[in-house]
């Protein structure tokens, strides 16, 4: 993760049931809608300009559903929750994942609660439309030994409890740490998926951002059915040094060495997933807004 994302990430800062429920409910995708979308962060400096003009533009490429990286003071993109709503509704758009980083200053342990200010941002979620509230980082100050970061898996399993009251899922966005470090012996990644429950806590791979660390997407997929409701669907190419610092940055869709479509395709055929999230990062020289409505292009010659 390059500093400016991580900075972005900070500022920016299902059910209720048994495991037979998960099986037959959550995340039978062949029974569910799907979706395709796009991770505003695509086109981040262009909806800090003019965010009306960039929705706009996005409609007209064919898009229907938006990913925001922008919760700022209960406001997206400067505004309200239920204004979005209507900004967004007037475009023909609808936002139905959102993320926001859950932080340490979102659970006060001694009240074994939530703060106000997690509660306000499930809130809002809500208002806007939200069916996922997605928390894409997890802080180092959280992860330092085995038993902080296993204890904090318990908070994620409360907040999945928290957004079921108000009819969403809570969801986990993994970056590139996670499949590089490891305690007590074990991937971070591996841990957040032993010690969360999957009927409370989704997860969105993003397969482009563990391209670096050598840990291999399509098999993840595949060794955990049903867990992946959400997907990053990116791709990669080799660059001296990349978004993340590992040599690696993203690209149109179908260009690079990701392997992107197969993975699509096992997610939607036994990862779970509902959500198709196309997020590009960097560009080779063409705009952002050239580069999303390329990758739309690209999903909707994979059928998506």
């Given amino acids: 993760m390059n500093h400016s994302r991580r900075s972005f990430i900070q500022q920016s800062a299902i059910v209720l049931a048994g495991s037979s429920i998960f099986s037959n409910q959550l995340f039978a995708a062949s029974a569910a809608k799907t979706l395709t ?20 533009a996005l ?3 064919g898009y229907k559903n938006v990913e925001h990286a922008n919760y700022i003071n209960r406001k997206f993109y400067g505004y309200a929750a239920k204004d979005f709503k209507k900004v967004l509704a007037d475009y ?21 609660d939530f703060t106000d200010a997690w ?21 180092e100050s959280m992860r330092k030994t085995y038993d902080d ?46 010690n969360t429950d999957p009927s409370l806590v989704t997860q969105q791979l993003d397969m482009g951002n563990l391209i670096g660390t050598g840990a291999d997407a399509y098999a993840i ?17 080799k660059v001296a040094k990349g978004e993340m610092g590992d040599g690696y940055e993203s690209t149109i869709l179908g260009t690079g060495v990701a392997n992107t479509k197969a993975i ?41």
């Fill in 221 to 237: 997929v595949a060794k955990h059915p049903g867990r992946f409701v959400s997907l990053h669907v990116k791709d990669e190419i």
């Fill in 37 to 56: 979308g796009v991770q505003l962060y695509s086109v981040r400096e262009d909806m800090r300009k003019n965010p009306l003009g960039t929705l706009q």
């Fill in 59 to 61: 409609a007209d490429m």
């Fill in 92 to 112: 023909g758009l609808a936002m139905p994942s959102g993320h926001t980083v859950m932080g340490k200053n979102h659970w006060d342990a001694n009240k074994k």
């Fill in 149 to 194: 970061m296993k204890g904090y898996m318990d908070v994620f399993n409360k907040c999945g409890e928290l957004c079921h009251k108000s009819g969403m899922r809570f969801g986990y966005h993994n970056h590139n740490f996670e499949f590089t470090e490891s305690l007590n012996g074990q991937k971070v990644y591996d841990i957040i998926l032993d």
């Fill in 264 to 304: 699509t395709d096992l997610g939607k055929k036994s990862g779970g997933t509902l959500h198709f999230i196309i997020e590009q990062e960097s560009y080779q020289g063409k705009t952002p807004l050239e580069c999303v409505k390329e990758d739309l292009s690209v999903m909707k010659s994979w059928g998506y």
């Fill in 119 to 139: 509660k306000y941002t499930i809130e809002d979620a809500a208002t806007v439309g939200q069916e996922f509230v997605i928390s894409p980082w997890f802080d």
